[in-house]
Every structure is written in structure tokens, then in C-alpha cells.
């Protein structure tokens, strides 16, 4: 039981960051962020980590859009 709900879990997260991954490159970055960085405030370890690692793959692809500079702030609140 407990290992259906850890892969449940992990499924579920790898459903948010295809979701994210395809917001963003429809050009909707603000639900996209948003998406990740609930994730980010709710979740703890790997899971946290996974999330912060694929915010910054955004950051990083999206550079200069104005909604890097506002996801980038709410994420370094939420990790601090």
C-alpha cells in the first residue's frame, strides 16, 4: 500500500512538470510558474528538489520574460 502511494505520488508530480513544461511552451509562463511553485511550498525532499531543479531549466529557457524575474523571487521565498 505504501509503495502504490509513493508511485502514485511520483506520477502525480511527473503530471504537474508535463503540464508546466507544456503551459510554457504554449507562452503561458505565469500558470506554468504557478503551478510549479505550488508544488514547491507543499512538498518536501527529492520531490522539493525536482520541482526546483525544473523551475530553474525555466528560468533558464525563458530568460529575459518579465515572469522570470517575479517567479524567481516567490521561488527564493518559498525555499528560504
Known amino acids: ?8 505520488s511520483e ?4 503530471d504537474r512538470l508535463i503540464a508546466a ?7 503561458n509562463l505565469p500558470a506554468a ?5 505550488a508544488q514547491l511550498v507543499r512538498l518536501v525532499g527529492d520531490d522539493k528538489e525536482t520541482v526546483k531543479n525544473r523551475l530553474i ?5 525563458f ?11 516567490k521561488m527564493a521565498n518559498a525555499l528560504f
Open 1 to 8: 500500500e505504501m509503495l502504490r502511494s509513493l508511485v502514485g
Open 11 to 14: 506520477m502525480c508530480i511527473r
Open 21 to 27: 513544461d507544456e503551459e510554457a511552451a504554449q507562452g
Open 33 to 37: 510558474f504557478s503551478r510549479l511553485l
Open 57 to 61: 531549466e525555466l528560468f533558464s529557457a
Open 63 to 73: 530568460e529575459g520574460a518579465p515572469e522570470v524575474d517575479e517567479a524567481r523571487r
